[in-house]
């Protein structure tokens, strides 16, 4: 597999590369922002991980613009221990997830090999209907498109980001079901271990900010101790 690290600070790129490479991964290094955005646009690498503080262009807007052309290659945000604006702000601008500076090196390989199955989980799952699949789901007056990839309420277009969509879409095609945080991680993400992050709870809080809050009946559904549903409510 094909890494890309985006990271100024020298010294703490070098160490990645040459712990990546000993791992067998092949790895590019960009020391700015903005070759960092040209190379991640390449499509020519299976994960990028990228610093938040980047002369040039900072790393939660390169991976702002990356998303509006690459939906699909994993980001795994480098932040600071505790920096727990940076991990939301990060999530927001479409990283799959983020790993606190300082870190083992065994830990980030786990993230490595969990984060790089997304490409296929996402092909498998949101590309593409199976056969015999509906292209269309209607819940009360929520509206999905799965060929178009257009989500409607009350008739009126709603903006998705692609992991949110991506999520949403999940929630749907498992209507009526009780999906845990785990399964979510696996199907969404690609994600087989539990993270130690509220990530999944920050996006369902993104969905329903957009899907669920300025509507009725409320749809997206927590069930404490098992995790999330999309269902009408009880009468």
Same mark, same amino acid.
Request: charged share 30%; glycine share 6%; proline share 3%.
């Given at each position: ?42 499509g020519s ?55 606190? &500076? $300082? =870190? #083992? ?13 997304? *490409?296929?989980?996402? /092909? ?9 699949e509906q ?77 669920? &809050? $300025? =509507? #009725? ?8 101790g098992f995790?999330?549903?999309? *269902?009408?409510?009880? /009468?």
């Amino acid at each position: 597999m094909k890494l890309l690290v985006v990271e100024d600070e020298t010294k703490v790129a070098e160490v990645l590369k040459r712990g990546l490479t000993e791992a067998g991964y092949e790895t590019d290094v960009a020391y700015d922002g903005q070759i960092g955005l040209r190379l991640a646009k390449s499509g020519s690498y299976d994960l990028v991980l990228l610093d938040i503080n980047l002369p040039l262009l900072n790393g939660l807007e390169l991976c702002k613009q990356l998303r509006e052309t690459d939906e699909v290659t994993p980001v795994l945000m480098l932040t600071a221990l505790g920096m727990s604006d940076d991990i939301v702000a990060g999530l927001e601008a479409g990283a799959d997830d983020y790993l606190p &500076k $300082p =870190f #083992r090196f065994n830990e980030l390989y786990a993230r490595i090999k969990a984060l790089t199955r997304r *490409k296929k989980i996402y /092909a498998d799952h949101f590309t593409q209907p199976e056969s015999g699949e509906q292209d269309k789901f209607v819940l009360a007056d929520l509206e999905i498109d799965f060929d178009a990839r257009e989500v409607k309420r009350s008739g009126k277009a709603i903006q998705l980001t692609a992991k949110e969509y991506a999520l949403l879409e999940y929630l749907a095609k498992n209507a009526g079901k009780v999906r845990s945080r785990l399964e979510i991680a696996e199907s969404v993400w690609g994600l087989n271990f539990e993270t130690g992050t509220n990530f999944i709870d920050v996006y369902i809080n993104y969905v329903r900010n957009k899907v669920d &809050k $300025p =509507f #009725r009946p409320k749809l997206i559904h927590t069930v404490t101790g098992f995790g999330y549903i999309l *269902k009408l409510p009880e /009468a």
